[in-house]
Each structure stands twice: as structure tokens, then as C-alpha cells.
Nanobody
């Protein structure tokens, strides 16, 4: 069984920064692509950023230049540095990861429970 646990959310003012962390634990043979998604009230969940095991990244247009995704493969962690935050960034942020639990297992996607980010003056 695999768990993903996010941390680092909170209430900040516009223009400020936050760093989200996500820790993967449990039976993990290999972590593949990891990512961050977000869901604002009344809206569908949307992609924020992804990072491959080798470090290749992809970002939503709305966060390019402000957010940076990174990972630590040795610690099974993924991070999201969020700078110049805007009220429109307010949402619950979820991390996910494509995980193999064994040498012969298929890759499956796991999700965390989410962490609230609120940007307001």
C-alpha cells in the first residue's frame, strides 16, 4: 500500500510565496512521473505541473514563470515552489505519482488527500 501526504499549504497574501511538499511512503519499487494538480471551488481539477523521474518538467500556462516543481528520488519527495501567488491560485492542491510496487507490477497512479492554499488580502 502506498500513501502520498501533502504539506505546506496555508493562507498567504498576494505576491507571497509557499512551498508545498509531498511524501510518498509504503511499498514503493519505483516512482515514475509525479505531479501537482489543483481544484478550486466549483471548478474541475486541473494540472499544475509534472516532473518525470529524470527531471523533465511541464507546467500549466497560468503558473509558468511563477511555480517550480522539483523532486528528490532518494527521499521519494516532490515539491512545488510557488512564488508571486495570486488570488486565482486559491485551491486545494493534490500531488500524485505513478508508482510500481514491485519488479513485475504495473505502474498505477496514487493521489494524496490535498492541502489547502488560500491567497487573499
Amino acid at each position: 500500500q502506498v500513501q502520498l501526504v501533502e504539506s505546506g499549504g496555508g493562507l498567504v497574501q498576494p505576491g507571497e510565496s509557499l512551498r508545498l511538499s509531498c511524501a510518498a511512503s509504503g511499498t514503493i519499487f519505483r516512482l515514475g512521473t509525479m505531479g501537482w494538480y489543483r481544484q478550486a471551488p466549483g471548478k474541475e481539477r486541473e494540472l499544475v505541473a509534472t516532473i518525470t523521474r529524470g527531471g523533465g518538467t511541464d507546467y500549466a500556462e497560468s503558473v509558468k514563470g511563477r511555480f517550480t516543481i522539483s523532486r528528490d528520488n532518494a527521499k521519494n519527495m516532490v515539491y512545488l515552489q510557488m512564488n508571486s501567488l495570486k488570488p486565482d491560485d486559491t485551491a486545494v492542491y493534490y500531488c500524485n505519482a505513478d508508482i510500481r510496487t514491485g519488479y513485475l507490477s504495473v505502474e498505477t497512479r496514487s493521489w494524496g488527500q490535498g492541502t489547502q492554499v488560500t491567497v487573499s488580502s
